[in-house]
């Protein structure tokens, strides 16, 4: 397990403060990994922290990744402070060098059905959920919908509300949901919905739903699945 997580590289781009606690969390963790920041200042702090590798210049230009060599990277994440420029790096990364797995910190949520559409692999929109993000070993492998964070106690589900599903067309207050369970968000297409009581759950949302007790995902699944026909 160590040797294999020894053999990852990340690349993390800007967001010096976002970059270094990270930074610092993914090496004690046994990877490897290299940051970008075209703030020079920022790059002599950030080249303190033992065994990171720091590359000043700005990380949305092809050969800067070069630089930062990006081709022996397996996962990219773009922590600056633009949706747009976290796109474009997260798309070069791809694209040119090859990267398979890119994260993207999203300012603006209501982006988030247009970064997946573009290929990004995670769009997150709380550095707390990409600390953890790296706690999965599918990130490295294949992703998958539940993304533990804050050391396991929380849980992050997407639910998919297909055609026939019990609750399609009620009303969040008509859900016998556990009490344990929140809906964060629902994704509507381009849209990232913030729910309200009265809000109706549509055929082909996508329900965020975050809960500290896992059993509770379960229940959520049966509540959510087909109704009888």
């Known amino acids: 397990w160590n040797k294999k997580r020894e053999q990852k590289n990340i690349l993390i781009v800007g967001g010096f403060h976002k970059a270094r606690s990270l930074a610092t969390s993914l090496l004690k963790k046994g990877y490897r990994v290299t940051v970008i920041n075209k703030d020079y200042e920022a790059c002599e702090k950030l080249a303190e922290v033992n065994r990171l590798n720091v590359i000043f210049g700005d990380g949305s230009k ?13 996962v990219v994440i773009a922590l600056t402070s633009s949706d747009e420029t976290n796109l474009v790096i997260c798309e070069m990364c791809k694209h040119f060098f090859g990267v398979k797995k890119a994260v993207a910190l999203l300012n603006d949520p209501s982006k988030t059905s247009f970064f997946y559409q573009m290929g990004i692999d995670r769009v997150v929109c709380a550095l707390n959920m990409i600390t953890n ?11 998958t919908t539940m993304v ?21 067309g009620k009303k969040l207050w008509e859900l016998n949901f556990p009490k344990e369970i929140i809906i964060g968000c629902i994704l509507r297409g381009d849209q990232s919905l913030i729910p309200r009581g009265d809000t109706r759950i549509m055929e082909g949302d996508i329900l965020l739903v975050i809960t500290s007790n896992k059993d509770k995902l379960e229940k959520i699944k049966e509540l959510t699945q087909y109704a009888a026909s």
């Open 62 to 74: 092809k050969f800067i990744l070069e630089d930062a060599k990006a081709g022996c990277c397996q």
């Open 133 to 143: 993000i790296m706690e999965e070993q599918a990130l490295m492998d294949e992703m």
């Open 148 to 168: 533990p964070f804050d050391e396991g106690r929380i849980h992050i589900m997407e639910i998919p509300i297909l055609k026939n599903s019990k609750i399609a």
